[in-house]
């Protein structure tokens, strides 16, 4: 463990931290993504066939480690066509670069992941997306609440059932990071991590829109698929869904130490933790079939294309994925299906998911063919500050990171996007956003 220590806040910044964090921190621990700036205008179009200009993402990806960010690596393909870069580094203290091909926790991607399995298992008759969760796991989740939140309902995150973020690891909701330093090495079962889901305040009634995200369901939906197949989740979809998509450096690690040669992973806690603590040793048991899995971004975009091509499930379970109701993360909203949510550029809709955990967050982002694909991972997490009134301040990363996205995924009309920059922040699922409640 690093030596560097949590500065303790004086009151009034304590009090802006815990004002952001009780809004947010049950997305923004680890395992979620960034809702809006302002609502971006809808695009029916589908992306216009550009190429890959390799000097402007060059350019744009240089543009984000300027701003600020440590190191941040990312994969872009049109066709058969590649771009890799990275730009940074992944050690401060030592100079080490960022590579392309680093392995990187996905947090919330996983989400996708443990999709795919429990829609194999739909597809087999063994799981019904309409049936409440209370047929499969009655002891879990008894009476009226299992009889009311279906399947769907977890995987959509109309559930309305409270995150276990908060409850695991409550100095989060008091300006401190104490537990999450104290929980680095501990084991959490899934059946505990549900259970403080449960036990939280719900966010409302069953199937009610908008929903509300929380990791618990994703943890439910691994203990559902355990019911049904008689394996493990993760031992499940390493077998059923990893493998199958040809993914070779993707996996949920056995040890708090990411298999592979990777980043550091530097939390700054909206700028309570300075400078920055290394997170990329961790116990990972925290995130479970919500948020565990380790990847790279050339493994990324190889999933959801493969996903979205119907090669993982067929048309029809791809179809339900693309159902989507309006979520709140945070103070904002996004389009979210069953383990995807919906983003429209400029130049057109795009299917994906992001992910944070402590210290490093991901964006995957792919057009509804599979052809134009985006995945970047970045190694500082919560680098944006809360004002007086506790709300979170858009950092200069923020805004480079849109333009990469946008340089990536529009190709030669990316001059043009850039122009009318869509007002969204990357990542979102997992950061606290403009307005928070």
């Given amino acids: 463990m690093t030596s560097r220590r949590f500065r303790k806040p004086a009151a009034g910044r304590a009090r802006q931290l815990a004002a952001a964090t009780a809004a947010g921190a049950l997305l923004a621990a ?24 390799r000097q402007a993402l060059r350019q744009s990806l240089d543009a984000v480690h300027e701003a600020g960010m440590f190191g941040i690596y990312s994969e872009v393909r049109d066709g058969s ?10 050690d401060v203290d030592t100079g080490r670069p960022v590579r392309p091909d680093m392995v990187h926790r996905v947090g919330s991607i996983s989400k996708t992941f443990a999709t795919v399995a429990i829609l194999q298992q739909v597809e087999r008759g063994a799981i019904e997306l309409d049936a409440p969760i209370g047929r499969y796991l009655p002891d879990l989740v008894p009476g009226e609440r299992g009889q009311k939140i279906t399947v769907r309902m977890l995987l959509n995150h109309t559930s ?9 690891f409550p100095s989060l909701l008091e300006g401190s990071t104490k537990s999450l330093d104290d929980n680095r090495f501990h084991t959490f079962a899934p059946e505990e991590l549900v259970r403080l889901g449960l036990g939280a305040t719900p966010t409302g009634e069953p199937g009610a829109v908008p929903g509300s995200y929380s990791n618990t369901n994703y943890v439910l939906a691994g203990l559902l698929l355990k019911k049904v197949t008689g394996t493990d989740a993760e031992q499940y979809i390493t077998r059923n869904v990893i493998r199958r998509a040809g993914l070779r450096n993707t996996s949920f690690p056995r040890t708090p130490l990411i298999p592979g040669p990777h980043s550091k992973a530097y939390e700054s806690w909206y700028g309570f933790i300075d400078p920055p603590r290394d997170y990329s040793v961790y116990n990972m048991s925290w995130a479970s079939t919500a948020g565990a899995i380790v ?7 190889r999933f959801y294309r493969a996903l979205l091509r119907g090669e993982l499930v067929g048309a029809a379970q791809v179809a339900e994925m693309q159902k989507t109701v309006p979520v709140l993360v945070g103070g904002g909203s996004i389009a979210y299906g069953l383990g995807l949510y919906s983003l ?29 694909q985006l995945s970047f991972g970045i190694n500082l997490m919560k680098y944006q500050k809360i004002d007086e009134n ?7 990363i923020d805004y480079a990171l849109v333009d990469h996205v946008v340089v990536a995924l529009c190709g030669d009309t990316a001059a043009q996007a850039k122009a009318s920059r869509p007002q969204f922040l990357p990542l979102p699922s997992d950061n606290v956003p403009i307005g928070v409640r």
């Fill in 30 to 53: 680890g395992t979620l993504t960034a809702p809006a700036i302002a609502q971006t205008t809808v695009v029916t179009g589908t992306v216009q066939d550009g190429g890959l200009d």
């Fill in 81 to 90: 066509q590649t771009w890799k870069g990275a730009s940074g580094v992944a």
């Fill in 160 to 168: 309305h059932i409270g995150d276990y973020i908060g409850p695991a």
């Fill in 295 to 301: 990847s790279t971004m050339d493994d990324l975009n």
């Fill in 344 to 372: 429209d550029l400029p130049c057109g809709r795009f299917w994906g998911h992001d992910g944070g955990v402590f210290g490093m967050g991901t964006q995957s982002l792919s057009s509804p063919d599979g052809n134009r």
């Fill in 390 to 396: 506790g709300q979170l301040v858009p950092s200069p």
